[in-house]
């Protein structure tokens, strides 16, 4: 049995003690409106309240109307002698809440306990002369009279006795009597309730299929103000009992909370019952996230999204799709709305009032039902959500009213409020409690806890008012159904002429996608298979075009380019322009070609010039190449490719290519520098590789003198010859004669540079292409003076040796791994949306994929709105030929 005045010691007290009063007798004594505004009391009232009604010496009254037993007098004088402990108890808990909350005034605090003291001396006394009063028992009673004859001392001292010891046994005896108290879902199923307001599964299961169709429609188009089927879309003010009336319908709390407006977006809430699941589960389908068990994470995020709008905007009209499957939640589907306001705060934009009834006046448009929430102590004269549905509905076809807080009020007063008369709507009204008092000043029931609590203190108020209630609809339950109902009969009125307009934008968009695309079928899936088939078959056919000559040119041209920057290093270029003149340079290399077989200057000039080319790092600097050269080409097939429109699915190709010669790149790098290793150490060279590096290198030193004197016959285009030559002269002079210099800027001097460089390169390419070209370097035994030839042998070598193992070890592995490596990225590791995503970032595929969509959406809807149509007149036939049977033919049943 729950406690009377809900869950302090002092209540629990009177509760166990030997007041057993009747919840039915304290009604009629006028305490029927022991409502929450009562139950916040502090315990020194609820205390003072016990100490009235004890003070009234009417034994009938505490025995709740039974007849006097002499059987039960020894238990009644043990309850009584306890009964001045639970008072001091009690007296003393309401002493020590005053004394926690007031420490930092020790003066102040002590008054109050001196106080205390003295009330629970005094009510000991007055307990004790009552009890004396019953005559009970001479003995008891000239115990109990010796007993309080000692003075107000000893009873205060019995009474703060009792209240220490109640104060440290609180918390132990809570914990203790948790489970006890814990309360459990009262069987509500054997109530009466109005015929009217049963429901059937056919009814819920035509309602499931229209919440479906009306889901399908709102992907069709959400802004769309012709395809939709209604709703129920709850008002009401901030303090109406709103959000308590949704989540006593989900059995959740689930709604966010605060001091401040916290419902900043229309909440679109889909319930769909799911009888063979046992979680109840949240979605949120625009952001991806499914099958959310935790309600207080469903509370997180719809604080968080309602919190993202901005503080000066306050509102916003883009929705929160929210869908909720439970088997013990009806079929509905329902829009949560931002509560009225009459000021707003100084904080909040001064349009805010205006936009909230802007936003809620476009949900309330037909063919919407509005449930106008309004709290039961509020006249309905002020209610600003039957305000709003009187301008939305004149005629209050469309409007449930719900009045809340019943217990707040007297029975009659809301039953007057119920008949449906002062304030007349077609559908009614219906009456609910959403929150049951809290039973204890140190606990709140929570979640599925607090829809427990309140379901079980709704059913026992309403039952206990039976009399009142007896002709109105009241109770969560009764809300329920009445709402599947409504929905379920004006979704049905909205069938045929939506069936209509789906037929018509079926039509227009079917054409469209003829004119447009020739009715040629196309799926995220499929355009992404037809690209990646095409490109495998671009790549098959780079695999037949690219072997091992395509990499033989790629590295040697490498390698040409690294001799020729070593020759110009170790032979070509001066020192230091200050102290060796181009005419020495040449007069250097004019002594090579004089140089004797054991000149050891020349000699280690060669074997330095040779290590530097060996010891390069080939193995790494011939991967990296060859890599590199993979992924461009791969880079060039996908812009051949419809891939090209799509950046997502091209960094996806280019990632699946570095990963496949990635997995490779060291392990070829390390391969190709073992088998170069012998040649950092000595060259074997024949004849006749002597005789094609000799030709290569004068072919490669034309090649190159020619880029040199088309560069510098640029430059004396561009600066002109004469000025040039004179430019270079005063460079060659050393830049002394700084009167000459007035008329040379700072670019055109380092022109000149360049222009000297220049010629002073092709000067000595045409010295060694003579040199090459000589009888002297025809044979291999003079590679000492043809330095070129002999590093052309060598970058020969190495390069030979490198595309051997590149082939084997990078090129062959690489193109049988890419194709599944495509696969597995652009395929099998990819998601519906992620596939989705990739065939509309191309224009024109979104809008083929789109339009196509389009119209199986609306082949879809229509198919299930004729469905239902068809049930429909299918049962109303049957009902027809049903008169038809039974009647006689002159308008009487038989």
Known sequence: ?????????????????????????????NYSVLNRRFLSHSPLLLSSAASRILQRGNTTHLLGHRPFSFTSIPKILGKAVKAPAYLGGSLAAAGSYVAYKVEEASNYTQDRLNQMKEFGGNAYDKASDFFNGLNFGSGAGGEGGGSGGNGGDSAAAVGTAAAIAGVNSQEEEEEATDEEEKEELIDQDEDDEPEDDSTDDQIMSLTRQMIEIRTLLQEIDRSSDTLKLPSIVVIGSQSSGKSSVLESIVGQEFLPKGSNMVTR????????????????????????????????????????????????????????????????????????????????????????????????????????????????????????????????????????????????????????????????????????????????????????????????????????????????????RILKKKLIKVLERTMSMSLAPTASLVQQELDETAYKFKVEFNDRQLTPKTYLAENVDTLKLAIKEFNEHFGRSELR??????????????????????????????????????????????????????????????????????????????????????????????????????????????????????????????????????????????EHSIQLLKEELTQVNDTLQVLKTSIGGRKLSQVIKYLDEGGKNHEETLGFSKVLLDRGREAQFLRDRSIILGLRLKALKSNSCKTKDNKFKCPEVFLNVVSEKLTTTAVLFLNVELLTDFFYKFPRELDSRLNINLTEDQIEEFAKEDPKIKRHIELQQRKELLELALQKIDGILAFQRNKSGLSTNYRNNNNDGNGKWR
């Open 1 to 29: 049995m729950r406690p009377l005045w809900g869950g302090s010691n002092a209540s629990r007290a009177l509760h166990r003690g030997i007041f057993k009063i009747s919840p039915l007798f304290v009604l009629k004594q």
């Open 265 to 476: 977006r229309p909440i679109e809430l889909t319930l769909v019952n799911t009888p063979n699941t046992a979680a109840e589960t949240a979605d949120f389908p625009a952001l991806k996230m499914f099958n959310l068990t935790d309600f207080s994470e469903v509370q997180k995020i719809l604080f968080d999204l309602n919190m993202a709008v901005p503080a000066t905007e306050a509102i916003s009209s883009d929705p929160i799709q929210l869908t909720i499957r439970s088997p013990t939640i009806p079929d509905l589907s329902l829009v949560d709305l931002p509560g009225y306001i009459q000021v707003e705060a100084a904080d909040q934009p001064t349009v805010l009032k205006q936009r909230i009834r802007e936003l809620c006046d476009k949900y309330l448009e037909a063919p919407n039902v509005i449930l106008a929430i309004s709290s039961a102590d509020v006249d309905l004269a002020n209610s600003s959500a039957l305000r709003a549905s009187k301008i939305a509905d004149p005629k209050g076809e469309r409007t449930i009213g719900v009045i809340t807080k019943l217990d707040l009020v007297e029975p009659q007063v809301a039953r007057n409020i119920l008949l449906n008369k002062k304030y007349p709507l077609k559908m009614g009204y219906v009456g609910v409690i959403t929150k049951a008092p809290t039973k204890s000043l140190f606990r709140k029931s929570v979640g599925h806890d607090a829809f427990v609590a309140q379901q079980n203190f709704e059913y026992q108020y309403l039952k206990t008012n039976k009399e009142e209630f007896g002709q109105c609809n009241v109770s969560t």
């Open 553 to 694: 040119s790629i590295l040697r041209n490498e390698l040409d380019q690294k001799v020729l920057d070593l020759l110009a290093a170790r032979y070509w270029n001066k020192p230091s322009e200050d102290e060796v003149g181009t005419k020495v340079l040449i007069e250097n290399l004019t002594a090579l070609n004089e140089m004797k077989k054991d000149d050891s200057y020349w000699l280690k000039k060669l074997d330095l010039t040779t290590s530097s080319l060996t010891k390069l790092g080939v193995g790494r600097l011939s991967t990296t190449l060859i890599t590199n050269a993979i992924v461009s080409e791969v880079e060039n097939i996908v812009d051949g490719t419809q891939l090209k429109n799509h950046p997502l699915a091209k960094e996806a190709v280019k990632e699946a290519a570095q990963s496949v010669l990635n997995s490779r790149y060291f392990s070829t790098a390390d391969q190709v520098e073992n088998c170069i290793k012998p040649y950092k150490y000595e060259v074997d060279v024949e004849d006749r590789e002597w005789t094609i590096s000799r």
